[in-house]
């Protein structure tokens, strides 16, 4: 996940967010870290390299003691 330390470790869930029945990859934020929500569109996920997709910053880039929890 691109901009954020994983030494606070990262959270990862997946989910149907676009409503195109493919499951997609969010990836939250561990301890320690300034809030960051990462959802990856299941059709952009590939064998290589960071796939496209968009950044949410649900706490106004609080820096959080526990992380994002996605699940």
């Known amino acids: ?12 869930a997946t989910t149907n967010v676009d409503g195109d029945k493919k499951a997609d990859l969010l990836v939250g934020s561990g301890a320690g870290q300034a809030s960051v929500l990462k959802v990856y569109p299941g ?16 706490f106004d880039s609080a820096i959080l003691t526990d992380g994002i929890f996605v699940g």
């Not at 691109?2 to 470790?9: I, L, T, Y």
């Not at 064998?47 to 649900?58: A, V």
């Open 1 to 12: 996940m691109s901009g954020v330390n994983p030494a606070g470790g990262l959270r990862v």
């Open 43 to 58: 059709k952009n996920v590939t064998p290589s390299g960071e796939p496209s997709g968009f950044s949410l910053d649900p």
